[in-house]
Nanobody, 117 residues
Framework: QVQLVESGGGLVQAGGSLRLSCAAS????????MGWFRQNAGKQREWVAT???????NYVNSVKGRFTISRDNAKNTVYLQMDSLKPEDTAVYYC???????????WGQGTQVTVSS
């Protein structure tokens, strides 16, 4: 069982920054692939970024150079630093945890990010 709690969302003007945090309850946090997804109204949930247990990082093209995912295994926390925000980044952002050996996926409740123009 993994419980995820996101925080850090809010309203920001275009060009601004936000830092999202996701605190996980996983006993062996370091074994999980952690990621961020987002979903806007009427849209499918979109993958944004992941960092796996080995530290390998990937981003969707639309956020490369602007977003940074990181993890602190000692704190059981994954972060998403979002810079140069654009109105199209507006969405509910969800934290995810995946363990391929267990075949399990966990999701947080989401945090709203709204970027005004």
């Amino acid at each position: 069982q993994v419980q995820l709690v996101e925080s850090g969302g809010g309203l920001v003007q275009a060009g601004g920054s936000l830092r999202l945090s996701c605190a996980a309850s996983a006993r062996i946090f370091s074994m999980y692939q952690m990621g961020w997804f987002r979903q806007n109204a009427g849209k499918q949930r979109e993958w944004v970024a992941t960092v796996n247990s080995g530290g390998n990082i990937n981003y969707v093209n639309s956020v490369k150079g602007r977003f940074t995912i990181s993890r602190d295994n000692a704190k059981n926390t994954v972060y998403l630093q979002m810079d140069s925000l654009k109105p199209e980044d507006t969405a509910v952002y969800y934290c995810s945890a995946h363990h391929s050996l267990y075949g399990t996926d966990y999701w947080g409740q989401g945090t709203q990010v709204t970027v005004s123009s």
